[in-house]
T-cell receptor, first 117, second 113 residues
Framework: DAGVIQSPRHEVTEMGQEVTLRCKPI?????LFWYRQTMMRGLELLIY????????DSGMPEDRFSAKMPNASFSTLKIQPSEPRDSAVYFC???????????????FGDGTRLSIL | AQSVTQLDSHVSVSEGTPVLLRCNYS??????LFWYVQHPNKGLQLLLK??????LVKGINGFEAEFKKSETSFHLTKPSAHMSDAAEYFC???????????FGQGTTLQVKP
């Protein structure tokens, strides 16, 4: 079975440019999560969706960050304009489950390593 | 509020010797606890999960963890380390009935030949 698929795997761009990260969750999963991982702050939850609807975006660091989930099989995380401090590994994860989440684990993609010069 | 504390940032063992990665949790009610492993340049992979069915939980690759409520611990063990076990390990608690996972800071496991 295909897991969570993220693209691109690596992105290097200059400060000020728009960056779009993409995620395809596991088919049938109701929940989708975006995380950021850095050495200093570890893993941080940015936002998560349930049935394509954003539920909690309190982890989104600034208005420069936005996320969408136009359908059950696709989500994007956009940074505009990008800054060097946005350099990190961004992970997408998905999870099955009904309302309340139950105890279903999250399945992670391999991440996008983002470098802003 | 739930939280997890991984007591060691780095653990080094020799191949073939036991592994112990320590995790304490804080939760106001019966928690859902997980261990994830992250190999270099990869995403996180679920090792095992505790969901109150049994206090000793067996996971993949020979790992297991024991939930001890009296000690608020969920330590990860393996009888015999392999070189392929070298990775970052995260202890994780689920935040109530929300979708959120709360991650520990991670423990780097080094396995020496």
């Amino acid at each position: 079975d295909a897991g969570v698929i993220q693209s691109p795997r690596h992105e290097v761009t200059e400060m000020g440019q728009e960056v779009t990260l993409r995620c395809k969750p596991i088919s049938g999963h109701d929940y989708l999560f975006w995380y950021r991982q850095t050495m200093m702050r570890g893993l941080e939850l940015l936002i998560y969706f349930n049935n394509n609807v954003p539920i909690d975006d309190s982890g989104m660091p600034e208005d420069r960050f936005s996320a969408k989930m136009p359908n059950a099989s696709f989500s994007t995380l956009k940074i505009q304009p990008s800054e060097p401090r946005d350099s990190a590994v961004y992970f997408c994860a998905s999870s099955p489950g009904t309302a309340g989440m139950g105890n279903q684990p999250q399945h992670f993609g391999d991440g996008t390593r983002l470098s802003i010069l | 509020a739930q939280s997890v504390t991984q007591l060691d940032s780095h653990v080094s063992v020799s191949e073939g010797t036991p592994v112990l990665l320590r995790c304490n949790y804080s939760s106001s009610y019966s928690p859902s606890l997980f261990w994830y492993v992250q190999h270099p340049n990869k995403g996180l992979q679920l090792l095992l999960k505790y969901t109150s069915a049994a206090t000793l939980v067996k996971g993949i690759n020979g790992f297991e963890a024991e939930f001890k409520k009296s000690e608020t611990s969920f330590h990860l063990t393996k009888p015999s380390a392999h070189m392929s076990d070298a990775a970052e390990y995260f202890c994780v608690v689920k935040a109530g009935n929300t979708g959120k996972l709360i991650f520990g800071q991670g423990t780097t496991l080094q396995v020496k030949p």
